[in-house]
């Protein structure tokens, strides 16, 4: 059964950083696509970073290109999100997600596409 499981959220100021991680159980994900979504309250989930394998290319949402970093570690079927400068419109759930699908390596913001997503973690940006 695959599984996965954020976590690193929290409660910051802006400006503050945060490391997500998203560990994958139940198969070995290193030629999927990987993807972070951010859901802020409200609002439809969105996307924000995807790589495919961890040494893939990077793709980024243009609202975080520069301040958000995603990277893999095959090893420990695990993926990253790293986050600076975080700004309040960054508030809301991140949910992590994978899919098999290569159209996703074109477009890595079709959500529908994604096969398994995590449970999210909560981000709070303080102003």
């Known amino acids: 059964q695959v599984q996965l499981v954020e976590s690193g959220g929290g409660l910051v100021q802006a400006g503050d950083s945060l490391r997500l991680s998203c560990a994958a159980s139940?198969?070995?994900?290193?030629?999927?696509?990987m993807a972070w979504f951010h859901q802020a309250p409200g609002n439809e989930r969105e996307f924000v970073a995807a790589?495919?394998?961890?040494?893939?290319?990077?793709y980024y949402a243009d609202s975080v290109k520069g301040r958000f970093a995603i990277s893999g570690d095959n090893a420990k079927n695990t993926v990253y999100l790293q986050m600076n400068s975080l700004k309040p419109e960054d508030t809301g759930v991140y949910y992590c997600?994978?899919?098999?699908?290569?159209?996703?390596?074109?477009?890595?913001?079709?959500?529908?596409?994604?096969?398994?997503w995590g449970q999210g973690t909560q981000v709070t940006v303080s102003s």
């Open positions: 997600a994978v899919g098999r699908s290569r159209r996703l390596a074109a477009a890595p913001e079709r959500h529908y596409e994604y096969d398994y």
């Open positions: 790589i495919i394998g961890s040494g893939g290319t990077p």
């Open positions: 139940g198969r070995t994900f290193s030629s999927y696509t």
